[in-house]
């Protein structure tokens, strides 16, 4: 059986790699998409200091899990004046990249509902126009600037969009633990387990190959071995490092077998009992490695290789989320058994649940 592994994304990484940003640009003009907060930080001062004249503008109003509503008006602000920048450099967490990829893809009127029309109905959107993407991570987990997928959530609709294009693969990853040292406690964690959760997703995937395996074995032997050791150190500069190349390498596998189950499950997490992401798509991973155990002999031949021996693992992954504070049953979060049962059945039968190992034998069955 062949495989196939692909991605194009360029990607530099190192304690202070954030200066080699001017270079990237190749003399063309840029606006920054960041968060908030990256203000008083120093961040947005440091970038326009690295920037100079090729700063075409900064939007610094990104909120967590961008939604339609919020993006609406930064779409149509930002297609209303296309010439004044070539590149979008996305600078923050998840949000700030999803954000940044949203806004890369130019409607043919500018009109940001004339792409959410097309995602809402499914249908496939041809961006009149693009912009280059360069993201910049400030947490180590999203993943986003390895990968051509965006989060786009609709709350009014109880729904949320994955866009995902040939056009929206970051042309540049700047991978640059320093940039991370600020992180508080809770985003770390909260990141930290999102990656974990992105290299087991990609294991137990009917889109596995053995290069996403590589990537995601060595990303849980990363992370279970130093994110402990960071929570207790935040401002430790190497293990930083070790937890960006961990998320860097999580990006990397299931940017080309997506996620699976346990994110299936994040989605109504969020939307319904508004967990922040890292803990929605992590806190089930015990209950989905059981599930994904004795599906396949290949498969569990690679689980064994990221985890020990298989027996105990589940409890094994358990103990450790509880030790970092994580509590893993859906009765920790006010979810009954039934609907938490109702919740799985559900998640199974979205667009990444399908990619579940679990789902595919189940309907072979
Ligand atoms: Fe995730």
Sequence with gaps: MSHEYFNPVRSVYGAGALSSLPGLLDGQRAVVVTFPEARQLGLVARLEQLLGDRLAGVIDDVRPNPDVAELRALYDDFWRAPE?????????????????????????????????????????????????????????????????????????????????????????????????????????????????????????????????????????????????????????????????????KAGMAFSNTRTALAHSISYEMTLRYGLPHGIACSFPLPMVLQRALGRSAERDAVLARALGPLDGAAQRLAAFMERLGVKTRFADYGVTDEQAEKMVAYALTGARGRNFIGTAMREAA
């Design 84 to 248: 004044r920048a070539q590149v979008i450099v996305a600078v923050g967490g998840g949000s700030a990249i999803d954000t940044a990829k949203a806004l890369m893809v130019g409607t043919a009127s500018g009109r940001f509902d004339e792409l959410v029309e097309s995602l809402a109905a499914g249908r496939p959107f041809e961006p009149a126009r693009c912009k280059r993407l360069i993201a910049v991570p400030t947490t180590a987990g999203t993943g986003s600037e390895v990968t051509p997928w965006a989060t786009v959530w609709d709350r009014a609709a109880q729904k949320k969009y994955s866009l995902h294009l040939p056009q929206t693969w970051p042309d540049v990853a700047v991978i640059d633990p320093e940039l991370m040292l600020s992180l508080p406690a809770a985003v770390t964690l909260q990141s930290g387990l999102d990656a974990l959760s992105h290299a087991l997703e990609s294991i137990w995937n009917v889109n596995a190959n053995p290069v996403s395996d590589t990537f995601a074995v060595a990303a849980i032997h990363d992370i279970l071995d130093t994110l402990p050791r960071l929570m207790a150190s935040l401002d430790d500069v190497g293990l930083r490092g070790r937890m960006a190349l961990a998320a860097l």
